[in-house]
Structures are given as C-alpha cells and as structure tokens.
C-alpha cells in the first residue's frame, strides 16, 4: 500500500524509522486512521432517498441490497459458510447476488415488467440497484407520484427479496402473476 511504503533513504549511522503520516510526533492509530481515509476511496458515494411511504425494515433492506450487504449465496461462501451452490435458486443460471436477486434474474425482470405497466412508466432499464433507487427522479411523474412510485420500487425490491426467500427456505414455485 502506498500509504505505508514511503521513500526509503540509505545514510550512514544508526538505523531508524521516521513515520511519515505525522512527522515530529511519531507513530499514533490516530494518524494512521487519518492517513487511510485520506488515501482510500469511499466504496459507495451514494447517498439513498429515504421513504417515509414505506415501513422503515423496506428502506432499510433496500439500503443493504444497494450495498450487498444482505445473506445471498455468493456472499455467505465467500465468508467460509458452507452452502450447496451459489448459483441462484430461482432461475439457476448465474451466481446469485443481491443484484441479480433484484435486477438481471430472469424473475425479477418480469416483475419489473408488471410493475412499469402497473404504474404507466416508461421502459424499466436498469443495470444496478441505484438505477433502481434513482428511476422516480428520471421520470416525468409529479413530485407526489414520483413519490410514490420511489414506494413502489423500495417495496418491490422487498417482495423480490421474500418472494427468494419463500424458494429458499420453503421451497415454494415462484410465479408473477
């Protein structure tokens, strides 16, 4: 990391170790936590619209999908938890993911698809969960509609989530209608 290998200069004499994050006064966690957050990138610049059209557990879930930071199958192997496959158990074709539980499983697209017929929006094209987050402020809506159209989209990533859920653990047929 180049937060921690700096220039190395060869004299003559004793050796020692200067810590160059805060020059003077020597190594601290302090100036070493200053220095990281310095160096490193914030992951997720996003900042998410919250809902107050939606129990808060809805937007609280759809934050953590946006971070991948639900229980998926390629994340719960990839912490060393055992699971069969990580293939996804709805339409077992790609590895499941919060985004593909959301976006690009087949299932979920053609929720995506009753949903902007129900709701008389444009096409639904999405490529991320943000994209999901942000389609309200993309349309042409009023404020109060966009509004709750935000609803519909916190809630459906919601159900989409359930809907996985009730494949899992209760080993239910998923269908869109």
């Keep these: 990391m180049l937060l921690l290998c700096q220039q190395v200069r060869l004299v003559e004499g004793d050796d020692h170790l200067v810590w160059g994050l805060d020059e003077g006064c020597g190594f601290s966690v302090r100036s070493l936590k200053v220095g990281l957050e310095a160096s490193l990138e914030m992951e997720s610049s996003y900042l998410m619209e919250w809902n107050n059209f939606v129990p808060k557990k809805v937007g609280i879930h759809a934050w953590r999908v946006e971070m991948e930071r ?5 994340s719960l192997a990839k912490r ?26 087949y299932f979920a697209q053609s929720v995506w698809s009753v949903i902007e017929t129900w709701c008389k929006v444009l096409p639904i094209y999405t490529f991320s969960v943000k994209d999901v987050l942000e389609l309200h402020r993309h349309s042409s809506l009023s404020s109060r509609k966009a509004k709750v159209f935000h609803a519909v989209c916190l809630t459906t990533i919601w159900c989409l989530w359930r809907a996985r859920n009730a494949v899992v653990f209760e080993r239910k047929l998923m269908t869109v209608f």
């Design 70 to 74: 639900i229980p998926v199958l390629f």
């Design 80 to 105: 060393g938890i055992p699971v069969p496959s990580v293939v996804c158990p709805v339409c077992e074709v790609e590895v499941e993911s919060a985004e593909h539980v959301t976006i690009s499983c």
